[in-house]
Structure formats: C-alpha cells, structure tokens
C-alpha cells in the first residue's frame, strides 16, 4: 500500500503563495502520477494538476495554470504544489493523490490540508 500525507496548508491573503508537500510512503515508484486535487465546501473534488514520476510531465487545470507549479522530489518520495498569486477561489481542502495506471485511476489518497485565501 502506499500512504500519502500533505502539509502545508493554512490561511494567507489573496495575493499570498503557499507550497503544499505531499510526502509518500510504503512503495517505491516507478511509473506512477502523482496528483493534487481540491474540494470546496459544496463542491465536488476538483484535478488541479499531475505530475509523472519518471519523467517529471505535468498538467494542470486551467483555473491554476500559469499561477501554480506541481514538482517532485525523487529522492525525498515527495510531490510539492507552488501556488501563487492565490484567490479566494481557490480556498478548498486539498489532496494529493497516486494514479499507476490509467485504468486504475487515482487509487491512493492522503487525508487533505485545509488552504484558505483571504480577500
């Protein structure tokens, strides 16, 4: 099994950054994506961006591309999410989250930090 476990979270103004780590355990990875999604109060869980663990190509939603940055650290099994020039909007409680296969889908979950943005 592998566990996830994010940080980083808390409450800054619009305008502010923050960098979420994701840090993973239990498996060594070789083929695997790595993810951060969000839920809002209310909402349904939102992709904000991937990345894949070998050859490190990243994808991002378009509510967060240009304003955040997903990366990884190989040897520390840890994913990291860059976020600057935060808005309200993206006030969610977020996750990161490992997908092997396409076919599985996102199968490993951490427990969430909480990012809230004042305005």
């Known amino acids: 099994q592998v566990q996830l476990v994010e940080s980083g979270g808390g409450l800054v103004q619009a305008g502010d950054s923050l960098r979420l780590s994701c840090a993973a355990s239990?498996?060594?990875?070789?083929?695997?994506?790595m993810g951060w999604f969000r839920q809002a109060p209310g909402k349904g869980r939102e992709f904000v961006a991937s990345?894949?663990?070998?050859?490190?190509?990243?994808i991002y939603a378009d509510s967060v591309k240009g304003r955040f940055t997903i990366s990884r650290d190989n040897a520390k099994n840890t994913v990291y999410l860059q976020m600057n020039t935060l808005k309200p909007e993206d006030t969610a409680l977020y996750y990161c989250?490992?997908?092997?296969?396409?076919?599985?889908?996102?199968?490993?979950w951490g427990q969430g930090t909480q990012v809230t943005i004042s305005s």
């Open positions: 990345i894949t663990w070998s050859a490190g190509r990243t």
């Open positions: 989250a490992v997908r092997t296969t396409v076919l599985r889908g996102y199968e490993y």
């Open positions: 239990g498996r060594t990875f070789s083929s695997s994506t």
